[in-house]
């Protein structure tokens, strides 16, 4: 998997779980603090966030941060 593959797909599981608990990017950035654009990039793969962006988010949304990572990292 490219490392371009790998954030696309961390991107779009953050994206899937903050939408199945009923944010938008806007409530989220409100809630912890950040800038839209900036959640937009990640959630779209074109950042590469650190790991406590990623507990921020995951504290946001009312998640566990290794649920971002629950997909299959095999597929190109």
Do not use: H, W
């Amino acid at each position: 998997m490219t490392e371009n593959t790998f954030l696309k797909k961390l991107g779009a599981n953050i994206a899937k779980i903050r939408k199945s608990k009923g944010l938008t990017q806007l409530d989220l950035c409100v809630k912890i603090e950040m800038e839209d654009s900036y959640l937009s990039s990640i959630e779209n793969g074109r950042q590469n966030p650190s790991a406590l962006t990623l507990l921020k988010i995951a504290e946001g949304i009312g998640c566990e941060v290794q649920e971002f990572f629950e997909f299959n990292q095999k597929d190109k």
